[in-house]
């Protein structure tokens, strides 16, 4: 995005909707030039909360036409930018520095701070940006306000004011409908799946925010195991049996679910990771080996793309065999996920491609797997991946059954972050290594 664009004074991408849909707008943005202007706390908040209500009664094109204005009556001004920089371009001084600053930061940053003064502020400025984010797939020009409201949001919820809550059977009604409500990663089918998810050998933790005392920001759930679990469904079995904990060795992070999606982007995963790893060792002293068996969510969607280039490679017509193969319509079919035979042929051609996925797929100079970037960047290793480990519906149509084990071991994660962070290089296991050798990609693939 260009600097013009980021600041919110780029070139008009859409056209301007009818005065009549934008009349309740343009009364909520009086109430903001005025909250901008007032230095009263209390007629401060008063001026905030009429505002916000008033934007909560908006219909879509109401919300729309209100999103435009703050593009238009609350940017930088591009002038006073330039002379801004001109002068601290020509005498860096402390003070040009302040007024560049101070210049170049949208007024809207403020407006937001102010409107969270109001009663339930910070909720509703939360769900605005959960609103944003749909519309910005199409309009860019939003995406300004998307910008500012994330760039408050990664100091409202930093890890300060952030709070660690073990969830268990014991715990409000609401939350635990809010559990079954967010799980992304694998659904919670009611209330006896939930239950067992919350037996003594497992455990859920979520972060809570003070100003969101009843919505869970991120959770995560584990397994104490006594090994290295490498198919999930064991894990989600609602009806299997309870471990005794004095014999778990192993702790499997086998979930982790942002709630809010107009906190999307704000980083709260690496500090959760590692505050349930310090309790988990307090409460199980035996238990240090830390690892997830995590979806392949991206595998799927990379095949798609790289399948004609296999194609075309006479060398790699095994592999295309079995990149169409899943492709047949009957893949996600009970007989056809019980066929040995077939699975036994698409293991042996779809396990380098995913070991190579995982390893050399990128995204700039990043893994393209948003599972691996996140666990990587945290300093785990990519330790083992495991072929039909999520034979769910979602496992099978993201990850192609594919589960990954990305071991935390304690020793070196600082050491395995640092390494991600300066390089960019996956840390994997010589099996992983060894694994992504067998296929040998066509030129520019």
């Known amino acids: 995005m260009r600097l013009a664009e980021l600041l919110g004074f780029g070139p008009r991408q859409t056209p301007s909707l009818p005065r009549v849909a934008t009349r309740p707008a343009r009364k909520i943005i009086t109430l903001c030039h005025s909250l901008l202007s007032e230095r009263g706390e209390v007629s401060g908040s008063r001026l905030a909360a009429e505002a916000l209500d008033a934007y909560l009664s908006l219909d879509s094109r109401g919300r729309l036409a209100f999103f435009d204005l703050l593009v238009k009556q609350f940017s930088p001004d591009p002038e006073e930018v330039g002379r801004a920089g001109d002068a601290y371009r020509d005498q860096p001084s402390p003070e040009n520095l302040a007024r560049l600053q101070r210049v170049v930061e949208p ?37 300004p306000i998307s910008a500012d409201l994330a760039h408050l949001f990664t100091s409202w919820f930093n890890r300060g004011f952030l709070v660690l809550r073990r969830i268990d059977w014991r715990t409000s009604a609401v939350i635990l409908e809010k559990l079954i409500q967010y799980e992304a990663v694998h659904q919670i089918h009611g209330w006896h799946d939930l239950r067992r998810r919350l037996e003594a050998d497992r455990r859920c933790y979520a972060f809570f925010h003070p100003a969101l005392p009843d919505e869970p920001i991120i959770f995560i759930e584990v397994a104490l195991t006594r090994g290295l679990s490498d198919h999930v469904q064991e894990l989600l079995d609602p009806d299997s049996r309870v471990l005794d904990t004095d014999s778990a060795e192993w702790a499997i992070f086998y979930s982790i679910t942002n709630c809010q999606e107009g906190l999307r982007g704000v980083p709260f995963g690496s500090f959760l990771i590692k ?43 095994a592999f295309a065999s079995a990149v169409a193969k899943i492709d047949d319509p009957q893949w996600m079919q009970p ?9 036994a042929e698409l293991e042996r051609h779809l396990a380098p491609l995913c070991a190579y996925y995982l390893l050399h797929a990128k995204q700039n100079r990043e893994p393209l797997d948003p ?24 496992g099978l149509q993201r990850s192609v059954g594919f589960s990954a084990n990305y071991v935390y071991k304690l020793p070196d994660v600082e050491r395995n972050h640092e390494f991600y962070v300066r390089e960019h290089k996956v840390r994997a296991s010589r099996e992983i290594e060894a694994l992504a050798k067998r296929f040998v990609p066509p030129p520019r693939f």
């Open 107 to 143: 007024p809207r940053q403020e407006l937001f701070r102010r409107l969270n003064l109001a009663p339930n502020g910070t909720r509703i400025l939360v769900e605005m940006r959960s609103a944003l984010l749909r519309e910005t797939d199409w309009n860019s020009r939003l995406k």
């Open 275 to 317: 505050q349930v790893v310090e309790d988990l060792s307090k409460d199980f002293p035996r238990i240090r080996k830390f690892a997830t068996v995590s979806p392949v969510p991206g595998f799927r969607r990379w095949l798609a793309d790289k399948a004609e280039a296999l194609g075309r490679s006479p060398k790699l017509a």
């Open 335 to 343: 007989q056809y996920i019980q066929n040995d035979a077939l699975h």
């Open 371 to 394: 599972v691996a970037r996140f666990h990587l960047k945290n300093g785990a290793r990519l330790e083992r991946i495991n072929w039909l480990g999520d034979t769910s519906a979602a």
